[in-house]
């Protein structure tokens, strides 16, 4: 498998930054440290994460500027986490980053890809000077913990970053239903869908890799949605509220182009769907480009992909599928930090809580499909947007598939459009319902208007 692509950096950070104001990271962060320790001794979250009787002895991280002898050490033992300043020697893994890119990441409202450790660490695209030393299983272990920490310290040196407004909903215009479909690869499947608007345009909603439909409550009930749209959001087989398919085994789950076109066509001829647009992201993203490659044959009436490709491809790491490794905590986690980071929280807090919820294997199983099986490459340009327009949508601070990534695909579509959305990450439609509908708004216009 290729490796992953790795980003370019100064002359400066690649000789380790001396000189920098950030090269001693516990000297850059000094003022902040003590503050740092107050907010941790009285944070809920941190102390979700490390009350449990099976912390029986501490367990100490550091975290450090590359090349440097210094570094901000973290212990956990049950029920708290104490900060201080030390050397490595004392650590059982190490989170280094070049000077450069902690200044990048301390800034009150950072920019992509620094929002987050996994967004400076990547997946598919790495950036040169970020390394994890030391014992790789403890950093997977405990991956919760360095996340809550290191935006303890962040917001301790520039304080919280300004999260968006949200307006709290009085009520609920979703119903949702099981049904039984039968679809190629995947075969019979009592699956689980939600519906919501009065509107002429039929609209599919695909959640992402190791998900469900959940993620678009915000869009479902969003009245601008709710007037133009009739919506359908469903959990694929074993994901969510619907049961395990055929021939399932827990833990053996793949996804592949066809079982997943296969479902989607399965579920609109079940339903009487009339021409829906297909909109879904990530994973859902990509399947969204192998329906408009496939319009006669699914049924569709057009394609709204968010934060898709036609290719990725990475070196797949086995902690989302490990008996070694707490799915539960690791899954959640590492996808987390490609989130907008003026999200609002109950947002973010949904996504980690769906992406805990999921059964053992289905994320890794989800990114086979994600991650090297999909390749449409070399069918872009026989898609005929005249029967299926493609309107690309993709949130800048999304670090997987970034905006030139669905850019650089859409050049390839006849007619194809592609719009960057300001503010918005990996998961737009939970991040933040009410920009994204903006976006989604415009996208459906040009559809209307272009399909033939």
Not at 199 to 218: C, K, M, N, P, V
Request: proline content about 6%; overall charge negative; charged content about 20%.
């Amino acid at each position: 498998m290729p490796r992953a692509k790795k980003q370019k950096t100064s002359p400066d950070m690649q000789n380790g930054g001396s000189s920098h104001p950030w090269a001693d990271l516990p000297a850059a962060l000094s003022e902040s440290l003590e503050k740092a320790n107050k907010v941790a001794e009285g944070d809920g979250q941190l102390k979700a994460f490390t009350t449990s009787n099976a912390i029986d002895a501490p367990a100490t991280f550091g975290i450090k500027s590359s090349g440097a002898p210094n570094a901000v050490l973290v212990t956990v033992s049950n029920g708290k986490a104490d900060i201080k300043t030390g050397s490595t020697d004392e650590a059982l893994f190490t989170l280094s980053a070049l000077p450069e890119q902690w200044q990048e990441f301390m800034k009150q409202t950072p920019v992509a890809p620094y929002q987050s450790y996994w967004g400076m660490f990547g997946m598919n695209i790495k950036q040169a000077g970020i390394e994890v030393q030391g014992d790789q299983n403890a950093f997977a272990h405990w991956t919760h913990v360095w996340r809550r920490i290191l935006e303890i310290l962040h917001d301790a040196y520039a304080g919280p970053t300004p999260e968006d407004e949200q307006p709290e909903p009085d009520e609920d215009h979703i119903v949702g239903r099981y049904t039984y479909i039968t679809s190629p690869v995947w075969g019979k499947c009592k699956v689980f869908y939600e519906q919501a608007g009065e509107g002429e345009q039929e609209i599919l909603f695909l959640h992402t890799a190791g998900s469900d439909g959940r993620q678009y409550h915000g869009v479902l009930n969003d009245e601008r949605m709710r007037q133009k749209c009739r919506m359908t959001a469903f959990d694929l087989p074993a994901h969510g509220r619907s049961f395990p398919y055929e021939g399932y085994w827990p833990g053996m789950h793949t996804n592949t182009e066809d079982a997943y076109v296969g479902c989607i066509t399965t579920l609109i001829k079940k339903l009487a769907l009339n021409k829906p647009i297909v909109c879904g992201a990530s994973m859902a993203g990509q399947i969204c480009l192998a329906v408009a490659a496939r319009a006669s044959e699914v049924g569709a009436g057009g394609t709204i992909p968010l934060q898709g490709s036609d290719y990725l491809n990475m070196d797949r790491q086995w902690y989302d599928r490990s008996p070694y490794v707490n799915q539960a905590l690791f899954n959640p986690e590492w996808i987390y930090g490609m989130m907008s980071p003026t999200a609002p929280l109950k947002n973010r807090q949904l996504i980690w809580h769906l992406y805990s919820a999921q059964a053992y294997g289905i994320f890794h199983g989800d990114l086979d499909f994600y991650f090297g099986g999909w390749d449409g490459r070399e069918r872009m340009a026989g898609i005929d947007t005249g029967k299926c327009p493609v309107y690309m949508l993709t949130g800048e601070y999304d670090w997987s598939n970034t905006p030139a990534m669905s850019q650089a695909t859409c050049d390839k579509i006849p007619g194809g459009r592609h719009q960057a959305m300001k503010g918005l990450g990996h998961f737009p439609a939970t991040e933040n319902p009410k920009v994204f509908v903006g976006y989604l708004l415009e996208a459906i216009d040009h559809i209307q208007k272009t399909r033939t």
